[in-house]
């Protein structure tokens, strides 16, 4: 051993003396053996294709030879920087970061919790059910099966975590990241995220071809935004957001666009364990939606299983949500089996003023202006609307919930809220909303046969002891249950909206219910979602599953007949489920090791109007090497008739095709195809020429139809920095995942083409920046029209005052930076 120590010496001296590649500067590169031009090759190699693992990385630049490796080979580490653990799992994980910050929607206030996960990595010894179901695609059956595995002993290394009975594979990889074995460190110290993202395309409510984007009001200014979150050690955590929308030029509403939020957590007193306190902006959810959760955003067949989470809880809230923000103290805590959360909030919000000072309903606008869509005298400028929207009324609401957990996977939970308003709730629609010339529609026209849904509005003239200014108030109960037995997931939530405001008596009140069953196998699962809701349960805070939002096929869709076409927000702008009753059934089956078969199967009522709906999708996935895959995606989806003269059936079908090749460093490339087709009831005045009376008309009345063929590339010229791009030709009625973005976009009758393409490039450990131009431009459109000399004839003659030519472009820039 004597003898090994002088060795042992040498090597570790000549080892501190080797210059380390991957953290040298520029001048100790250039104090090698190699002229400078080499040097400036070398240290932009490392700099923008690093880091250098192995020498032999070094021949892919022009120049550097065998000999010349053999040179530096003696003088040279190749050793890693040192990251912080935080640094390296941001680092290892960065891919879903990427997708994270640019989530929008429902689940948008969802990453502040992902992120304080990855930075501040949980003991999996430690993790309760709700820090296992607050992850995507771990399911209830997951959560319960490594809560089990806790309760037999200590979980000290992966495979122990992998072997919990129960514990699907997908559910294990997608909480992998989030956990660790031992103590972390990493939650003593401190952590910042920052995100800025501008872009002139407006926000993507749902990633959803049924929801789309919200249609702006105007395009200029862009959409901005700015977020940022800091940790400092265990307790404490302080979260700042500005948000202005796409159009909003208001610079009144700078400060009302505005969030921040101080937490104090993970705290005892006593036997109360403490999760969180929350002073300023927070997000609340209930149950499964039915009776309470912040969001203004809708999302189709919500179900909280898969990536459609849904977190029960108070949460500090940084997202674009504004009209159901909730603003003031909010607590989160435990004693032994029983959670409980509660909070208290005073907000104004925008709603439609009624001429007598009382409000009809409220409204989520995008972007929020009191200036309308009309220009009744014509200077260019848009008219300032009679009665203004914004800020019109102020709530205050509190509320709460109970679970008590009586073994893992058995929760019975109760919830309540109340939401006070200075305002009378008085539903004056025909008079406010719908335009003078049109009241009489309402309720008779035939395209609008869901206007009940309209009628059943809520109204409340009410006085609280609470709040002295309080003129009406709205007050929901609920009652919500989870039971895991083995593989069988059990949920559901009832709900009841106190219509007649006395406490105890339910038996004429609206009522609401949703029940899921969700059973897991390894290979195969099955969810069956069931939802029954009155048409008059209006609660503006329920967000449980169902497949349309609240007041489609009314009159508000059809803004023409409004008294301006702003008021078209409360269709578009609804993030409330539509009074529906149905069965969804969802299943995945991986029969061979080639083929991974899903399918959505929807039947549900339209309590409205009775009109009976179905919604069928099925996937397939082929892989015959694993390096190459096939998809295909084929919908039906159809409205039934109530006989032959029923205007509103309708059939559609749609076909998308996807053929994927993955090359190595995750680059790849895709084709695309689809097709879709929308027959529709035939209409006499739209299948008979207008002129004549008795000659087909051109157009036709039969349907309408989409067809699109696309290209897709990514590449990856280093670990940090990659380009996507694609193209798109297309006729018609469109949605695609575009990056981070989803789009939903139509052709108005004309071939077009879309293009986009996007780098994205992380400057260093803590940077990282996002672009991506897009445009869209479309053949030019000629519309015909019938002098009536010809119109027997049926001689098509061309109106060249009607050309067209749609084309257009936009941007979003994204930057990040976190530590």
Known sequence: ?????????????????????????????????????QAELLYDYVVYQGPVTTVYQLTEIPGFDSQLLEVLKPLVSLELPELTRFGSRLQDSYRKVEDWTSEEGANEGLIEVWLDRLAEPLNVNDATYDDLMALQNVSPVDAVAVIKRQ?????????????????????????????????????????????????????????DSEVGAVEPLGEHPGDLQHKLAASFGKHWKFGLSYHRHMGETDRALKLANTKS????????????????????????????????????????????????RRVVGVFSDLSKSYEYALQGAAVQGSVGNLQAFGFISTRERDAVLNADSTISTMITLYPRTNYGYNDLDNDGKRDLLTN???????EVTYGGNFRYTFKPGMILGLSTYESLYDKVIDPQVQRTVISAADEGKFLTSIGNTADTEIAAMYASEAESPIWSDAKALRRVFGLDFTAVIKNLALQGEYGI??????????????????????????????????????????????????????????????????????????????????????????????????????????????????????????????????????????????????????????????TIVRAQLRLSRYDNIELLYIQSFVDFTNRRRLSIDPLSGTAPAIVGSAGTGSEGLGFRMNHNFTDRMKIMGQVLMYNGFIWNFEDTDFQVFDSGGSDALRWWVAIFSRLGDNWAIRVKWTTDSGQLVT????????????????????????ESSDIRIQVDYAF
């Open 497 to 654: 909206l106190d219509k007649d405001g006395i406490i105890g008596q339910f038996s004429n009140d609206p009522r609401a219910l949703v029940l899921s069953a969700y059973l897991q196998f390894n290979s195969l699962n099955f969810l069956v979602v069931y939802r029954d809701y009155d048409l008059d349960y209006d609660n503006p805070y329920q967000r449980s599953f169902s497949n349309y939002q609240r007041y489609k096929g009314t009159i508000f869709e059809d803004t023409f007949y409004l008294e301006d076409a702003i008021y078209g927000f409360l269709y578009t702008g609804a993030a409330q489920p539509q009074a529906e009753r149905g069965v969804y059934v969802y299943s995945r089956y991986q029969f061979h090791r080639q083929f991974v078969l899903t399918s959505d199967f929807d039947t549900w009522t339209r309590v409205a109007d009775n009109a009976r709906y179905l919604r069928t999708v099925v996937r397939l996935q082929y892989r015959p090497a694993f390096n190459y895959r096939f998809n295909i995606r084929q919908k039906w989806q159809m409205r039934g008739a109530h006989n032959k003269l029923d205007p509103s059936a309708f059939y559609a079908r749609e």
């Open 151 to 207: 309760q037999e002993g200590s979980i000290d290394y992966p495979r122990a975590l992998r072997g919990a009975i129960g514990l699907s594979y997908y559910g294990y990889r997608n909480m992998a990241d989030f956990f660790l074995y031992g103590e972390d460190e990493s939650r003593k110290g401190y952590h910042f995220w920052y995100n800025t993202t501008y872009k002139t395309v407006p926000s993507t409510m749902s990633f």
């Open 783 to 806: 519309n015909y029209a019938f002098p009536k000399a010809d119109a027997e004839a049926n001689i098509r003659t061309l109106n060249n005052g009607l050309a067209t030519r749609t």
């Open 388 to 394: 203004p929207l914004l800020d019109v009324v102020t």
């Open 261 to 308: 939020a101080l937490i104090y957590r993970n705290f005892s007193l006593g036997q109360v364990k403490f999760d969180r306190i929350i002073l300023g902006n927070f997000s609340a959810t209930m149950g499964q939606g039915v009776v309470f959760e912040s969001t203004d955003f809708f999302s189709p067949r919500r179900s909280g299983y898969g990536w459609s």
């Open 1 to 37: 051993m004597r003898r090994l120590l002088p060795l042992i010496l040498l090597l570790t001296v000549s080892q501190a003396q080797l210059l380390k590649l991957n953290r040298a500067t520029f001048d100790e590169i250039a104090g090698l053996p190699i002229t400078i031009e």
